[in-house]
């Protein structure tokens, strides 16, 4: 084959491949705009409406759902939240009864030697960080609130390694308050899915959702929409066919 031809052959198969893959982006675009048309179907009641649906068929399907991390106090639960970010909470979980014991509140952690903190809690990765974060938060609580921990968003927000995420979860969880609604990767996927909104960034959703709940049940709703997450509504392969909400959700036939 001449070096002409075999050039010409060659381009051709490039061709083919870049047409290959365009047609695949374009399907796969396709696909995400018919999902999100139908995520755009809700609107004003029929939103709200649906919102209710969602939430009182999860209530009945999750009675016992509840934050996943094991705590007896508000500095506990803000020690194994810091820890839980990019970690399962059952890795967590494994952690903290170690951690506590070494280090039971902010007074003996805001003192803790970095090397020993990050030994203890290194298999929920990013120790180094995460011991930073720890040490940063507990000397911040010793400094600010006389070792205890606060029940606002502002002062909680103000804590080295603590976001609103973090401090929904402590206001939720360990005080009782509904102030917001914690937005993990679960919480966003489903509601997406769920077509109770199609933001993709967590303080947006957790605005969007805001009005769509009670604020009596933005606690409970983290928790519920987390355990159908890890049971029925798999990131990769949903089990549409085993879901309670499947002949509601617009997401359940693509």
């Known amino acids: 084959m001449s070096a002409r031809k075999k050039a010409r052959t060659t381009a051709t198969t490039a ?6 893959k365009a047609a695949t982006a374009a399907k796969a675009t396709g ?5 999100a048309a139908k ?20 209530l009945a399907e999750y ?40 280090f039971p509140d902010a007074a003996a952690l805001a003192t803790a030697k970095p090397e020993e903190l990050e030994e203890i809690i290194r298999s929920t990765g990013f120790f180094r960080s995460k011991a930073k974060s720890l040490i940063g938060m507990a000397t911040g609580l010793m400094e600010r609130h006389g070792g205890e921990v606060p029940a606002d968003m502002d002062a909680l ?45 967590a303080v947006k959703i957790e605005q969007a959702l805001m009005p769509l709940i009670p604020r009596e049940r933005w ?23 085993d879901c309670v909400l499947s002949d509601v959700c617009p997401s359940a036939q693509l």
């Open 15 to 20: 061709t083919k491949a870049a047409k290959g």
């Open 39 to 58: 995520v755009r179907r809700f609107r004003g009641t029929a939103l709200k409406i649906h919102a209710g649906v969602v939430l009182d068929r999860l």
């Open 63 to 102: 009675p016992d759902a509840h934050c996943a991390l094991d705590f007896t106090n508000a500095f506990e639960l803000l020690c194994a939240t810091i820890l839980s970010a990019q970690c399962t909470d059952k890795r967590v979980n494994m952690v903290t009864p170690a951690l506590f014991a070494r």
């Open 157 to 201: 927000t103000a804590l080295p390694g603590v976001g609103r995420k973090t401090a929904n979860v402590i206001l939720g969880n360990a005080f009782g308050r509904n102030d917001g609604i914690v937005v993990d990767t679960h919480v966003t996927r489903l509601s997406n899915r769920l077509g109770l909104t199609a933001e993709s960034d």
């Open 219 to 241: 606690t409970i709703l983290s928790h519920l929409l987390i355990e159908h997450g890890r049971r029925v509504c798999d990131a990769r392969k949903p089990r549409c066919a």
């Open 31 to 35: 696909t995400a705009m018919t999902a």
